[in-house]
């Protein structure tokens, strides 16, 4: 059996160039943001699937 | 008919309703196979990618897929399997690209024969084209025809997320929502014509019928007055139509920024101000500050027509819920296999003694 569950995008912490505050942001804010046309070019770190964010 | 509400508030018919039971365990695997056959049964065209492709080369661009900073995006191929494994939406696919130069843009394509997706690409191509000054909104670089086997592609400028982005309700300062307060006067100003000439308080009327005993008797009579009251205000009126916290853009500067302009752009006054003020719930300072700037003229008077038109649109969303649990749930003797459903109407009837007392 084939799995496809893929994660397209990882959870990032960010430090939020609109709040100034760092946060997480999942990987659904992320597929999210593509979705809005948000483009993800800010320096980011990768965190763990748990950590969650705040949308 | 009641129904104009079910599309003007949840988007089509009562998928929006529906998104708010309890959520099914999401399928942890399926089989290329299963993908395949979901693929089919939305309609996903089968030449989707190569479709892509000509129209990219037609167009002389090619699909961002890596930035500088390491962040990647899928390919349509991973995309269409991922929400579809997920049970999300296919509605169109989204994308960045890039010219010769290397200038960004962003894109939705047409992936699917669903009819309803493809006039929302044409909706928000003709609405980003006509929005009424003073209301900011992506740019369209360029609406691409659906032709000889190629999508149909909208085109537009991205917005880097260090400029704005979609930010959680409790970081909504005061300055953003008064901004968003000006944009959504300035829609409900502008004139919008109708070709239906639709008459919101018999569909309201009927809407409380339809929510049946699910409405605390208590609250009957207060829902009529504010059908009464809103009778000066019930005419078609230009609006965005989705205008929740993931449609808005906050930027630094405190100014907001509308996105996904795909509706039809005809609703109800107090329609997009309702779905704000709901949305900002979980932040009381700027819920109160929205409602206070929507509510009053610049020089501190209170406008009754919005103050009447946002208690308006808030009962209606709420009866909309009403009425889909009661139509489909009680009605149809349901209940047992729908536990939450009881507290959800106890909660939908609170959200509404908020608002009309």
């Given at each position: 059996m084939l799995l496809l569950d893929m994660e397209l995008f990882t959870p990032k912490k960010i430090i939020d160039p609109i709040t100034g505050k760092e946060r997480i942001v999942s990987s659904e804010e992320q597929e999210l943001m593509l979705e809005k046309g948000i483009l993800f070019d800010i320096p980011f770190t990768e965190v763990t699937p748990e950590e969650k964010s705040p949308l | 008919m009641s129904e104009n509400f079910e599309k003007l508030i949840i988007g089509s018919d009562y998928e929006g309703a529906e998104g708010m039971f309890e959520q099914s365990e999401e399928s942890s695997e399926s089989t290329s196979e299963e993908t395949q056959k979901a693929r089919q049964e939305r309609g996903i065209f089968p030449d989707a990618q190569e479709r892509f492709n000509a129209t990219l080369e037609d167009l002389e661009l090619q699909q961002e897929r890596i930035l500088e900073n390491g962040a990647k995006y899928p390919s349509l191929d991973q995309w269409i399997d991922h929400r579809i494994t997920h049970e999300r939406g296919t509605k169109f696919f989204p994308a960045f690209l890039k010219n010769k130069d290397g200038e960004k843009f962003f894109c939705k394509l047409q992936i699917s024969e669903n009819p309803q997706a493809l006039e929302g690409l044409k909706n928000e191509a003709e609405r980003l084209q006509a929005t009424p000054d003073g209301i900011n909104r992506p740019k369209l670089v360029k609406y691409v025809e659906p032709k000889n086997n190629r999508s149909a592609m909208l085109i537009t400028e991205l917005i880097p997320i260090r400029e704005a982005t979609v930010i959680p309700a409790e970081d909504w300062s005061e300055q953003h929502v008064a901004d968003a307060a000006r944009q959504i006067k300035i829609m409900e100003n502008y004139p919008q014509e109708s070709?239906?000439?639709?008459?919101f308080t018999a569909d309201a009327t009927r809407l409380l019928e339809g929510a049946g005993d699910t409405v605390l008797e208590e609250l009957r009579s207060k829902i009529k007055t504010v059908i009464a009251n809103y009778a000066p205000e019930s005419r078609a009126t230009y609006v965005h139509?989705?205008?929740g916290l993931k449609n808005i853009l906050a930027d630094k500067d405190g100014t907001v920024h509308f996105v996904d302009w795909e509706f039809k752009g005809e609703g109800f006054k107090g329609q997009d101000a309702a779905k704000l003020w709901s949305g900002l719930q979980k932040n009381p300072v700027a819920s109160r500050a929205f409602l206070e700037e929507y509510t009053h003229d610049p020089d501190g008077t209170i406008d009754e027509g919005r103050k009447n038109a946002i208690i308006f649109g808030v009962m209606i969303e709420n009866l909309v819920h009403l009425k889909w649990r009661n139509e489909n749930i009680i009605q149809t003797g349901k209940l047992a296999e729908h536990p939450n459903v009881q507290q959800q109407i106890e909660e939908l009837n609170l959200r509404m003694v908020e608002i009309l007392t």
């Open positions: - | 070709k239906e000439n639709p008459n139509g989705d205008a």
